[in-house]
T-cell receptor
């Protein structure tokens, strides 16, 4: 299957600083990428949909000014957590679907996830 | 966003016992997907069901899609310790959210040897 690479896998930052997480699709062009947040032993909460060359679409309740998403190319999307606070500590996962092939019947390929700890 | 309900949240079984997780949607789904997330890992695609009443098998795993395309189940026969992990169902968005996947809360399976 397709490969999605996410970096870094773990990051510890100080409160008030910003952290950038990268998500790359290695062997297909991901016109659309998705960013999820997962709390311990809980489900994947969709934060935003990242579309190449356009602004991201955020889910209700997600602060777009805090979670900056950029999708500058067909293989790279970034999530920047700005002015991080301890409550932002979580597991962030990106995923990509090859929506050019068919919108509904394609699986999602996930990155390895990023464990963010804000101290 | 769209909600997909999944039960139970946790399931503890002894190795060799069967396991089932159920997924329900209030709206008709065009398809449903199942993923497995091992402890400390990321979700990995297992299967997709598209047709009403569809049943698919992968070795000891049996996946079903309801006739009304609103519910689905995953059944594991004779669980093994390698089955440990969280199993998620996911349904697609509708209308303006088409293309997105919305996940159930998952069922965390623990298998005792």
């Amino acid at each position: 299957g397709a490969v999605v690479s996410q970096h870094p896998s773990r990051v510890i930052c100080k409160s008030g600083t910003s952290v950038k997480i990268e998500c790359r699709s290695l062997d297909f062009q991901a016109t659309t990428m998705f960013w999820y947040r997962q709390f311990p032993k809980q489900s994947l909460m969709l934060m935003a949909t990242s579309n190449e060359g356009s602004k991201a679409t955020y889910e209700q309740g997600v602060e777009k000014d805090k979670f900056l998403i950029n999708h500058a190319s067909l293989t790279l999307s970034t999530l920047t957590v700005t002015s991080a606070h301890p409550e932002d500590s979580s597991f962030y996962i990106c995923s990509a679907r090859d929506l050019v092939q068919g919108t509904l019947n394609t699986e999602a390929f996930f990155g390895q996830g990023t464990r963010l700890t804000v101290v | 966003g769209q909600q997909v309900m999944q039960i139970p949240q946790y399931q503890h079984v002894q190795e060799g016992e069967d396991f089932t997780t159920y997924c329900n949607s209030s709206t008709t789904l065009s398809n449903i997907q199942w993923y497995k997330q091992r402890p400390g890992g990321h979700p990995v695609f297992l299967i997709q069901l598209v047709k009403s009443g569809e049943v698919k098998k992968q070795k000891r795993l049996t996946f079903q899609f309801g006739e009304a395309k609103k519910n689905s189940s995953l059944h594991i026969t004779a669980t093994q310790t390698t089955d440990v992990g969280t199993y998620f169902c996911a349904g697609p968005g509708r209308g303006s959210t088409l293309g997105r996947l919305y996940f159930g809360r998952g069922t965390q399976l623990t298998v005792w040897p």
